[in-house]
């Protein structure tokens, strides 16, 4: 592994594939607002990433999103983000 990287690498906690972080979806835990999905990548709190939706799920299944944000994460924050992730994929399904 080089030491010397310039782009900025995340680790999906989904299947531990690491990428640049332009590549993930980046989850993200706020003070005001708890869980949310981060398209942006910018919001300021601890962030995990994911590379997909089947990744999310996996993460969800085995709870990894819980340990990569140090938080609690309720079945409604799950639901929610996974719905944002597939749709965030699919960006043509936005166009309805
Ligand atoms: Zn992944």
Excluded at 67 to 77: G, W
Aim: aromatic share 4%; charged share 35%; glycine share 8%.
């Amino acid at each position: 592994m080089p030491t010397t990287t310039k782009k900025r690498q995340r680790r999906c906690i989904g299947c531990g594939a690491t990428q640049e972080k332009g590549a993930l979806h980046r989850v993200v835990r706020t003070k005001e607002d708890g869980v949310q999905f981060d398209p942006s990548g910018r919001v300021a709190g601890r962030g995990a990433y994911v590379c997909s939706a089947a990744c999310f799920a996996q993460a969800r299944k085995s709870r990894k999103l819980e340990r990569a944000l140090r938080c609690s994460v309720t079945e409604d924050d799950y639901e929610r983000v996974a719905r944002e992730v597939a749709l965030a994929e699919a960006p043509g399904k936005n166009e309805e």
